[in-house]
C-alpha cells in the first residue's frame, strides 16, 4: 500500500518556463512533507521541505504547496533550468523518534533548452 | 569531502554468496538508514540505527543484517544472496528529530548485481 504517490512519471517542460511536480498522500498522521531531486549514479539529494502546519514554503526558485484537505503537494520551480533536469521523490515522515520517510516513485524532469 | 560515503560503488556476484555493504558518514549525525531502491525506483526503507541501537527494521529478509560499530558508521551484510536482491542499495543519515524537516544526507548509493 503505496501511502505517497505521483502519479506522473515522466514531465517535459520548456527552459525559462514553470514546472510543477505533484504528490498525493494517504496516511493523515504525516507531519513532515519533503521533496528529493536524484541524478543518475548520484544519490537523492535534499530540496526544500514543508511542515503540515503550514500551507507553502519557498526557497529561491522553489516553492512547496501543501493542501492539507486534498492530501496533495506540489513542488514549483521557476525559472525552470536544463540544470533541473533530474527525478524528483516526493517524501513525507511522520516524524517522532524514527522520523521514518516515506518516497513516492519519482517523475523525471526534463527540461528542455 | 564526502559526507556520506559508501563502498563498493558496484558490486556483482553470483548467488548464494554473502557480501557486505560499509557506510560511514562525517556530518556528525546518530541515526542511519539503508534504503533499497528497486528495479521499479522505488525507494523503500530496511533498517535504521539510532546511536547503534536498531530503532526500524521493515520487512526485510533475515538474510539481510545491519551493524552499526558506532554512530558514524552502518554497514549492511546480506547472507546467500538471491537474484531479487540486486538493486541500488542507498545509505543515509541525519540527525535525530530532524530528519523530516532538512531530510537526510543520501550516500552515492552501492548498485547491487547478483547473477
Known amino acids: 500500500d503505496q501511502q505517497v504517490k505521483q502519479n506522473s512519471p515522466s514531465l517535459s517542460v520548456q527552459e525559462g518556463r514553470i514546472s510543477i511536480l505533484n504528490c498525493d498522500y494517504t496516511n493523515s498522521m504525516f507531519d513532515y512533507f519533503l521533496w528529493y531531486k536524484k541524478y543518475p549514479a548520484e544519490g537523492p539529494t535534499f530540496l526544500i521541505s514543508i511542515s503540515s502546519i503550514k500551507d507553502k514554503n519557498e526557497d529561491g526558485r522553489f516553492t512547496v504547496f501543501l493542501n492539507k484537505s486534498a492530501k496533495h503537494l506540489s513542488l514549483h520551480i521557476v525559472p525552470s533550468q536544463p540544470g533541473d533536469s533530474a527525478v524528483y521523490f516526493c517524501a513525507a515522515s511522520e516524524g517522532g523518534a524514527t522520523n521514518k520517510l516515506i518516497f513516492g516513485t519519482g517523475t523525471l524532469l526534463a527540461v528542455q533548452p | 569531502d564526502t559526507a556520506v560515503s559508501q563502498t563498493p560503488k558496484y558490486l556483482v556476484t553470483q548467488m548464494g554468496n554473502d557480501k557486505s555493504i560499509k557506510c560511514e558518514q562525517n556530518?556528525?549525525?546518530?541515526?542511519m538508514y539503508w534504503y533499497k531502491q528497486d528495479s521499479k525506483k522505488f525507494l523503500k526503507i530496511m533498517f535504521s540505527y539510532n546511536n547503534k541501537e536498531l530503532i526500524i527494521n521493515e520487512t526485510v529478509p533475515n538474510r539481510f543484517s545491519p551493524k552499526s560499530p558506532d554512530k558514524a558508521h552502518l554497514n549492511l551484510h546480506i547472507n546467500s544472496l538471491e537474484l531479487g536482491d540486486s538493486a541500488v542499495y542507498f545509505c543515509a543519515s541525519s540527525q535525530a528529530g530532524q530528519g523530516g524537516i532538512y531530510g537526510y544526507t543520501f550516500g552515492s548509493g552501492t548498485r547491487l548485481t547478483v547473477v
Open positions: 556530518l556528525g549525525h546518530d541515526t
